[in-house]
């Protein structure tokens, strides 16, 4: 899950632009700023290249880089660069909760997806209950950088904005992987043993099956037998 993220150094090149955009805007100005932070996120998609890294999580940054300008150029602050980012906690936060309450906690089916290990542990409540927490984790992160935020872009506090972004990044996002690794090993040692079982079941029926013919001499059982 965090090489989906691009990694350690995807967390770091994340907070560059945020840097660059926060300093340029303090010497020189808004519009500076913006074109600033774009162009710190396509050098980083360029490095990225050059290094053959993972582009998608290069390419995914520089797409919230710039929805992030467009805010800042349309309600014309630099606090605006941080408005989408708060939202999307929020949304994030709203969709995990749901997830949880409809017994689909995200964690498990995002993990699912990217495993492609089946959706078994969706029968087994100790697999689902691991992946709530988890899922849960999750939302309590996304819930303290809205609260938090949010509450700093309404008293114009964008330095602090920025001090909050990356502080709330790399801190709580490492607290919530480690619950999701946690729930991860866990629902994957329940999902083996019902693998397990569900394998050791179909051998039975296949012998049962196999018994009756040899019974009854013939390629299928009697009707009712």
Do not use: C
Request: aromatic letters at 14%.
């Amino acid at each position: 899950m965090l090489e989906q993220m691009g990694g350690v150094s995807g967390l770091v090149y994340s907070t560059i632009p945020v840097l660059v955009f926060i300093l340029v805007n303090s010497l020189f100005g808004l519009g500076p700023a913006i074109w600033s932070a774009l162009g710190a996120a396509v050098a980083i998609t360029v490095w990225r290249l050059v290094r053959r890294e993972p582009l998608q999580p290069a390419i995914s940054g520089f797409f919230g880089v710039a929805i992030a300008a467009f805010f800042a150029y349309r309600t014309g602050s630099a606090k605006g660069f941080f408005l989408f980012g708060i939202w999307a906690s929020l949304v994030y936060g709203g969709v995990f909760a749901v997830s949880v309450l409809v017994r689909w906690p995200l964690v498990g089916v995002i993990w699912t997806f990217l495993n492609g290990h089946g959706m078994l542990w969706r029968t087994d409540r100790k697999a689902v209950r691991a992946y709530s927490v988890a899922t849960l984790t999750w939302v309590l992160v996304f819930a303290a950088r809205y609260v938090v935020q949010s509450w700093l872009y309404d008293e114009d506090q964008t330095g602090w904005l920025a001090f909050a972004r990356i502080a709330m990044g790399y801190p709580l996002t490492a607290v919530a992987l480690v619950v999701t690794v946690w729930a991860v090993r866990a629902a994957g040692h329940r999902q083996q043993d019902l693998e397990a079982a569900a394998e050791a079941r179909e051998a039975e029926e296949r012998a049962a099956e196999a018994r009756l013919r040899a019974k009854y001499g013939g390629d299928q059982a009697p009707e009712g037998a």
